[in-house]
């Protein structure tokens, strides 16, 4: 509740100045507000829902044509509370995707232990910080034999910067784990090394239920077709937590380029999408792949805003005044003048590749589209529960927007030209 009061005071006292300048710091950060207000963006959810309604509003109003395209995900697990509790001290906790199916909801204290035999009991296991967002083999072997020692369960810590109870992205192939995995910030990490000296138990407490051929939604707008070159613009909306500077600044930064292409009518066929479900299986980039986006062959750029583009950087736990490090431009080959041009104001690392983009740029790249640049990287707390409207703000927002502008804008003027 107070996040929501917060975003509306916040979208009230900037929407004055937001309407002078579609590429205001201020615009966009109202931007974010709204996104942050829905609250938790997980797939299939109220926020999932209520951001889908709000972007095809914010385009409709801009002029395009819009339409939903209905995604269905074989599964997704609802939490509704989970909790780990030692000694009388009691911590939000994050089943880890996938939970054993008879195990969405559970009941279990135990002795927590590191060594020896775990048979019956907790099983603490550590994950180092390693600046990905995805569970990739590693994760996968080490829980897989932590799970093989027969545990009754396992506390999981994963490393990030914030301490935080820490999500990786899943796939919907990926196997439910054998035994309940549960997530909690290292920040109470002295809590249970309390509990792991004195033999006292670990109470873990989840409710929670699987939900099947789970329904989402990709908006799709379009305009100018016929007008000029095709040009695709995507964003992602869905994520773990609330996600607000993971996913809000490229949001905004779709909202931005959108509003700006449609008021000054710029001569080009665009297709704006925002997908859901990349947080289980990009599942909406997948199937507009498939059945809707245009083909590689009649697609001149397309445009990805990934994620955290325009979140601060942290030192000593404190909040500095610039832009995370750890974001990169990620582009083809043939667009590298281009960035050269558009993104002097910008400072971040450039991916140029030809074998393996990041994040979705990765199933456009390989469905075949020559011609693409967009942005991701991580920052202090993504993938957390703390991502919130505190990691970004209107100074850092606005020179990414105007870059993003600015080499789409070139893009349409000079069409093949622009590449290469």
């Not at 509306?8 to 966009?28: C, E, I, P, R, Y």
């Not at 369960?153 to 490393?159: D, N, Q």
């Not at 490090?325 to 043939?334: G, N, Q």
Request: charged share 20%.
């Amino acid at each position: 509740m107070r996040l929501i009061v917060l975003a509306t005071m916040v979208a009230l006292m900037v929407g004055q100045a937001a309407a002078k300048d579609l590429l205001s710091g201020a615009s966009l950060y109202a931007d974010v507000a709204r996104y942050a207000a829905f609250g938790l963006h997980r797939f299939g959810s109220s926020g999932d829902r209520a951001t889908a309604d709000w972007i095809a509003g914010e385009l409709s109003e801009a002029g395009f044509a819009i339409k939903f395209q209905p995604v269905v995900l074989g599964r997704q697990y609802v939490v509704e509370r989970a909790t780990a509790e030692a000694a009388g001290t009691v911590v939000e906790a994050t089943p880890f995707w996938w939970p054993p199916e008879d195990k969405a909801s559970f009941h279990l204290s135990a002795p927590l232990v590191r060594e020896g035999d775990a048979a019956g009991k907790i099983l603490w296991v550590d994950l180092p910080f390693d600046r990905g967002a995805y569970l990739g083999p590693a994760h996968r072997a080490a829980i897989s034999d932590a799970a093989a020692r027969k545990p009754a369960a396992i506390l999981l810590m994963i490393g990030n910067p914030a301490d935080d109870r820490f999500a990786y992205n899943v796939t919907q192939e990926d196997a439910p784990w054998p035994v309940p995995v549960m997530v909690v910030g290292a920040r109470a990490r002295a809590t249970f090394e309390r509990a792991l000296a004195s033999g006292l138990p670990v109470t873990f407490d989840a409710k929670g239920h699987y939900d099947r051929n789970v329904s989402g939604r990709n908006v799709v707008a379009e305009t100018g077709i016929g007008r000029g070159p095709t040009i695709v613009v995507s964003t992602p909306m869905t994520g773990w937590y609330s996600c607000v500077c993971e996913r809000g600044p490229g949001i905004a930064n779709f909202l931005a380029l959108a509003r700006t292409a449609a008021a000054e009518k710029w001569p080009a066929h665009f297709v704006f999408v925002a997908t859901a479900g990349h947080e289980i299986g990009h599942g909406g980039m997948e199937l507009f792949l498939k059945h809707g986006a245009p083909a590689p062959k009649d697609t001149l750029a397309w445009i990805h805003f990934g994620s955290s583009n325009a979140c601060y950087a942290f030192a000593d736990g404190a909040r500095t005044t610039r832009p995370e490090e750890a974001r990169y431009l990620v582009l083809s080959k043939s667009a590298v003048a281009l960035i050269d041009e558009a993104f002097v104001a910008v400072a971040a690392k450039r991916l140029v590749t030809e074998k393996q983009a990041v994040g979705e740029l990765r199933d456009v790249h390989a469905a075949g589209y020559a011609n693409f640049l967009g942005m991701a990287g991580h920052h202090q707390t993504f993938h957390t529960p703390a991502d919130d409207l505190g990691t970004t703000g209107p100074e850092i927002l606005e020179p990414v927007a105007r870059a993003f502008v600015d080499a789409v804008r070139k893009i349409v003027e000079r069409g093949d030209a622009a590449f290469r």
